[in-house]
Structure formats: structure tokens, C-alpha cells
């Protein structure tokens, strides 16, 4: 009696489930024809988060207020480890610029117009050096740019350099360490070697409002959090819905974009992520090609970037899907090709 009152039991829970599965699986097959599954591609720094940032802005309208609150602490990250870079290149610079043989070449042209002194260094064209020439000339060529202005300044530029490099969250933005840093940045100096650079981009916006992003109250902003650099660790999915019908199933499209890792230790997973995927858009960075990548300096990024596209390709899964190239940061390329065409000038 208990045995046909319980197998009747779970056979009607049985046919339940069956139904709610069967309910489910045609609603997820609906559901798939009017959805594009994408995939964000590329290796570190090419710009992929950034665009899916950018997505997510235009198509979920915005950011939600506790992402933006929560980076805060990143943005002061951002800023240390940008000012600890242009303060190591600055001594660098400064030592390689002392040690140089076009120094040494100055020095001489300096020593040999200052023998000639108001001799006729030139018979064919009669010209005469005045020593006031020669002072200015001689000032110039001892005269090094990327010297910082005070011993003010030095002294905070040794402050920055002794923060841990990729540890600086340790170390608390304050208002006055906020002003010191202002004072560094504004160093005709630490310009010059700024110049010499170009891959903080963003750090004159952030220099800009050191001193509010310092303060308790300070609130993120989109823009902010948009010109912040971090990697991508793991996967990160999104969803969003586009206002475009489909003329066939009268439908909303719906779109779901996945940010993978680009460094190597992340590209393991890649190949997880292949299934279901209609269109995959590889992101490139193009001011990558005087560049190494963070985690191997003997590697060029154009290298690396034109090897994983290769490999990336080949895939058996990847063969049948489409695939978009998006040449990123072509501003920062261009502004790089023109500063070493000066400098080779």
C-alpha cells in the first residue's frame, strides 16, 4: 500500500520535473535564436576592458554607483604607480643623458669655442665668436632638461622612488602627499621626461585632481573610471539588450559580450569559451610596436600580439566563426611615431 502511494508520488514529481525541463529548453531555444554571443580578445594592455567598459556605458545605460565607489582606491593606485614610473625614468634618463657620448661630444664643441674666443675661427666667411655667444652656448650644452628645479623637488622625486612598485595601495593618499606630488608633476623636469614617454596617457587628467581625489568625499565618476588601467582576471560577462527588431522573430536582439584575460597566464582559458560563441572581436593595440609586455621584457608586443592571432586562429572551434579586428589606441601610436621622429631628428 505505501510502495503504490509513494512510486505514484515520485512518478507524478517525475513528470513535474520533466515538464518544467522541457518548458525550460524550448524557452532557452527561443531565447538563443535572437541572441549574439561575443567574445573580447587580445593580449594585455590592447584596450579590451576599456571597450567593454564603453558597452556596458551605451548599453546599460551606465555604470552602477558601487563599481565606481569601490575603484576609488584604484585611481590612488593609478597615480602613485604613475608618478614612481616617471620618477625612476627621470633619474634613468638623467644618468644615461650624463654618460652619453653626445654629451661628451658637447663638452667638446663647449672646450674648442671657448679657445677660439674672439678668434677668426673661419677665414673663408671672417666670423668672430663674442663671449656672450660663447656664455649662452656653453649653457646650453652643460645644461641638462630633465634636471628637476629645487632641492625640494629632488627630495620628493627620492620619496616617490622608495614606494614598492605594483604595491603602492599601501600607501595612503593624504592631502599634503597629494600637494608634493602636484609640485613633482608641475617640475619642468619631470615634464621633460614626461615628454620622452607614452604610455601614461591618463596621468595628466588624474594630476589634474590629485588633490579632490585625495579627499574622503571625493566621488568617481564615470570618466574617472573609464581612464583607469587594471587587468582583467578571470572572465567577466555582460548582457545587454539592443533596441533593434528582428524581422523574422519580431524580437528583441539580445547580446552577451565576455572579457577574457590577455596576459599569458590567462589565455589558458580561452579555449573553455569557445562553445556557443557567434562572433569573436580581437582588440590590438598599435602603439604597442616600440613596446614589451609586462611580464616578459625580452618580448615585443606587435610580436606577441601577431604570434597569439596566428595560433588564436587556427583553432578547429574558431574556423567557423566571425571575426572582427579593432585596431585600438591609434591616438597613442600616432603621438609616439611623431615624439621619436623628433627626438631621431
Not at 515538464?19 to 527561443?30: P, S
Not at 591616438?331 to 615624439?339: D, S
Request: hydrophobic share 35%.
Amino acid at each position: 500500500m505505501l510502495k503504490r502511494l509513494f512510486g505514484s508520488r515520485n512518478k507524478k514529481k517525475t513528470a513535474e520535473l520533466d515538464t518544467n525541463i522541457d518548458k525550460y529548453l524550448t524557452e532557452f531555444e527561443e531565447n538563443s535564436k535572437n541572441r549574439i554571443s561575443l567574445l573580447l580578445l587580445g593580449c594585455g594592455s590592447s584596450g579590451k576592458s576599456t571597450l567593454f567598459t564603453q558597452m556596458q556605458k551605451i548599453y546599460r545605460k551606465g555604470i552602477r554607483n558601487s563599481l565606481l565607489k569601490d575603484c576609488i582606491e584604484t585611481i590612488r593606485s593609478n597615480i602613485f604607480n604613475d608618478i614612481y614610473e616617471l620618477s625612476r625614468q627621470n633619474k634613468k634618463l638623467r644618468e644615461n643623458y650624463n654618460n652619453s657620448e653626445q654629451k661628451e661630444c658637447d663638452k667638446y664643441l663647449s672646450s674648442l669655442i671657448c679657445n677660439n674666443i674672439g678668434k677668426n675661427i673661419s677665414v673663408e666667411y671672417n666670423i668672430y665668436i663674442p663671449i656672450e655667444i660663447v656664455n649662452i652656448i656653453v649653457a646650453y650644452y652643460n645644461y641638462c632638461p630633465l634636471t628637476l628645479s629645487t632641492d625640494k623637488v629632488q627630495s620628493i622625486c627620492d620619496q616617490m622612488l622608495l614606494m614598492k612598485p605594483l604595491h603602492t595601495e599601501e600607501t595612503l593618499l593624504t592631502t599634503e602627499l597629494a600637494k608634493d606630488i602636484l609640485i613633482l608633476w608641475n617640475d619642468r623636469g619631470l615634464q621633460e621626461t614626461y615628454k620622452r614617454q607614452s604610455e601614461l596617457v591618463n596621468t595628466p587628467f588624474f594630476m589634474s585632481k590629485i588633490v579632490e581625489i585625495s579627499q574622503n568625499e571625493f566621488n568617481v565618476t564615470f570618466e574617472d573610471y573609464i581612464r583607469l588601467k587594471h587587468s582583467t582576471h578571470g572572465i567577466i560577462e555582460s548582457r545587454f539588450d539592443l533596441d533593434i527588431l528582428h524581422e523574422k522573430y519580431n524580437k528583441n536582439w539580445k547580446m552577451c559580450v565576455t572579457d577574457m584575460c590577455g596576459e599569458r597566464w590567462g589565455r589558458k582559458r580561452w579555449l573553455s569559451c569557445f562553445d556557443d560563441i557567434n562572433a569573436i572581436i580581437w582588440v590590438m593595440a598599435l602603439d604597442g610596436y616600440d613596446k614589451v609586455l609586462r611580464e616578459d621584457n625580452d618580448q615585443n608586443c606587435y610580436q606577441e600580439a601577431f604570434a597569439v592571432f596566428d595560433k588564436t586562429c587556427k583553432y578547429e572551434k574558431v574556423k567557423t566563426m566571425d571575426f572582427f579586428v579593432i585596431l585600438n589606441k591609434y591616438g597613442m601610436c600616432f603621438n609616439t611615431i611623431l615624439l621619436n621622429k623628433c627626438w631621431l631628428l
